[in-house]
C-alpha cells in the first residue's frame, strides 16, 4: 500500500517528514512493516502555490519479506525497511488507510494558513508521467484528482485539494536517478529554542564522506543541512550515496537527536529542467537552451546582470543572473558577443529566464584592440577621429576605417565547464557535477 503526503505544514511549524516518520511509527504499532526507503520528492520550484520546502512525501507498507536493514531510528528503537513484501490484505488496507488518515490530521497544523493536508492512498505505483507533469509545469489539481481515483487510489484532504498533486507526485517518482537524505529531528522539549550544530564536524564529516553535497556555503559561511524556521528538523545530510549520509550523522556534533530516518530523493536530479524550443516553452518551467552570447551584459540595481542570448532556434532570450547567486552575475559580466553557452532557468512572466547555470562551451578567441592599427609608414600609432570615424595617421595622414582596428587573441576570463550558483542560492532540485576551479570567481564572490 503506498501512502504519499503533502502541505501538513504552515509558515508558523511543523514538517511533512516529521509526519511521514510518526506514519511509520504507527505502522510499527499495527505490525506493518515498511518496504523499501521513504520517498522525499521536490515538485516544481517556480509554483507560485508551493509550500515552505516544496516536498511531498510518500512510502510503501506491507509485510516484508525476507532480510531488512536499518534506514532510522524511532523512540530508540531501529526503523528496518525490508526490500520487498506482500501486500495487506484488503480490510487490513483498509484499516491502515483509515489509520494513516489519523495520524496525518493530527500530525498537520490544522487552523493555521497554508495547511491543507493531503494524503493518497494506492495499492499500485500511480503512472510516472504524474511526477513529471508536477516536477515540470504547472499542475491543474481537478485533472489529476479524477485520474488517480480513476486508477483506483483514495484521495483525501482538508481545505484547499493542492496537496494532492505533490502526494500522486511522490507515489509516482519513478526514482531511477536519485539522492539520499538522512534527517534528525530535534527533541520536543528543545522547540523554539536556537539550534546547535557545530559548523566544524559538519566540514570534517564532507571530507570524510565526499559524496555529501550542500552541506556549508564557503563563500557566505552559511551552514546549509539546517533549518532557520520553528520545524522540528535539527539537520539533514544530503549525500549521493545511501551509506555515506547515514554514517556522517553521528560524527556531527549537535543537541540530542530525537529521531532519524533517511529517505530517498529527487535532489540534485536536474528533474525539473525541459530541453525544448523556447517559443514552446510556458511560464513557470525551468529550461535549457542553446546559443550564443548577443550582447554585452548590463548590470542591473543590486548587482543582477542581464544579457541577451541568441537560442538555436533563432529565439532571442534575456537572460539575468541574481546577485545571491554570486557566481552567475560575475560570469556574466566577463562574457562577450558569440560566446557558446547552455544556460538553464525559470521562464518568467516577461519570457525573461532566470538563470539557475551557466555552461560554457566555447569562447570567442579573438577580439578588437581598443587601440589604434599602427602605420606601416611612419611607425607611429594612429589617432582616433572620434566613434565610428575611423583612424588617421598625425605623421602622413593615412586613414583608416573603425574596422581596421588590430584583433588580439583573448585569454579567457575563466575555464570552459559549468558555473552553478554558490551552495546556499542553488535549488534542491539543481543537477550536480563537476565544477572548474576559479580562483578569481570564488574570491569576488565573497
Known amino acids: 500500500m503506498w501512502i504519499g503526503l503533502d502541505d501538513t505544514d504552515s509558515p508558523r511549524g511543523g514538517c511533512t517528514t516529521h509526519v511521514l516518520t510518526e506514519l511509520v511509527r504507527a505502522a510499527r504499532s499495527e505490525r506493518i512493516d515498511l518496504l523499501g526507503l521513504p520517498r522525499l520528492v521536490r515538485l516544481n520550484p517556480n509554483a507560485p502555490w508551493k ?3 516544496n516536498a511531498a512525501l510518500a512510502a510503501r507498507f506491507g509485510h516484508g ?5 536499518s534506514i532510522g531510528s524511532i523512540d ?3 526503523v528496518r525497511a525490508f526490500g520487498r513484501g506482500r501486500e495487506l490484505s484488503d480490510r487490513a488496507g483498509r484499516d491502515w488507510v483509515e489509520r494513516a488518515w489519523e495520524v496525518v490530521r493530527a500530525g498537520s497544523r490544522l487552523g493555521e494558513p497554508g495547511t491543507d493536508p493531503a494524503m493518497v492512498a494506492a495499492r499500485r505505483p500511480l503512472p510516472a508521467d504524474l511526477y513529471w507533469e508536477a516536477v515540470r509545469r504547472w499542475v491543474a489539481v481537478e485533472s489529476v484528482r479524477d485520474r488517480v ?12 485539494p493542492r496537496g494532492v498533486v505533490g502526494a500522486s507526485a511522490a507515489i509516482a517518482w519513478p526514482g531511477r536517478r536519485r539522492s539520499y537524505e538522512a534527517i534528525a529531528y530535534r527533541r520536543p522539549d528543545l522547540l523554539g529554542r536556537p539550534r546547535t550544530v557545530e559548523r566544524a564536524s559538519v566540514e570534517r564529516a564532507q ?5 555529501l553535497f550542500l552541506c556549508t556555503d564557503p563563500r557566505t559561511r552559511r551552514l546549509l543541512i539546517a533549518p532557520h524556521t520553528p520545524c522540528p528538523i535539527l539537520f539533514g545530510l544530503r549525500a549521493m550515496r545511501a551509506t555515506d549520509a547515514v554514517r556522517a550523522l553521528p560524527t556531527l556534533r549537535s543537541e540530542p537527536i530525537d529521531r532519524w530516518l533517511l529517505f530517498a530523493t529527487n535532489q540534485g536530479t536536474g528533474d525539473h529542467i525541459v530541453e525544448l524550443p523556447f517559443p514552446e516553452a510556458a511560464v513557470g518551467m525551468t529550461v535549457a537552451l542553446e546559443g550564443t552570447v548577443a550582447g554585452a551584459a548590463a548590470v542591473l540595481a543590486g548587482g543582477h546582470a542581464r544579457f541577451p542570448l541568441t537560442a538555436h532556434d533563432g529565439s532571442r532570450v534575456p537572460c539575468i543572473a541574481f546577485e545571491p547567486t554570486k557566481i552567475l552575475p560575475r560570469l556574466a ?8 553557452l547552455r544556460v538553464w532557468g525559470s521562464v518568467s512572466e516577461d519570457r525573461s529566464v532566470r538563470l539557475e ?3 560554457v562551451r566555447a569562447w570567442v578567441r579573438r577580439l578588437p584592440r581598443r587601440g589604434a592599427p599602427r602605420c606601416s609608414a611612419c611607425r607611429r600609432g594612429a589617432r582616433s577621429l572620434g566613434r565610428l570615424r575611423g583612424y588617421r595617421c598625425p605623421g602622413c595622414g593615412r586613414r583608416w576605417p573603425p574596422e581596421a582596428g588590430a584583433w588580439r587573441a583573448r585569454v579567457p576570463p575563466v575555464p570552459r565547464g559549468t558555473y552553478h550558483p554558490t551552495p546556499s542560492a542553488r535549488r534542491h532540485l539543481a543537477p550536480r557535477g563537476p565544477e572548474p576551479r576559479v580562483r578569481s570567481l570564488a574570491a569576488s564572490a565573497v
Do not use: N
Request: aromatic share 6%; no cysteine.
Open 51 to 53: 509550500t515552505r520546502g
Open 65 to 69: 519479506i525476507g532480510r531488512a536493514r
Open 333 to 340: 559580466q566577463r562574457l562577450v558577443v558569440g560566446d557558446r
Open 76 to 78: 530508540g528503537q531501529a
Open 207 to 211: 571530507r570524510r564522506f565526499p559524496s
Open 357 to 359: 547555470g551557466i555552461q
Open 149 to 160: 481515483e480513476r486508477l483506483g487510489a483514495e484521495v483525501r484532504f482538508v481545505g484547499d
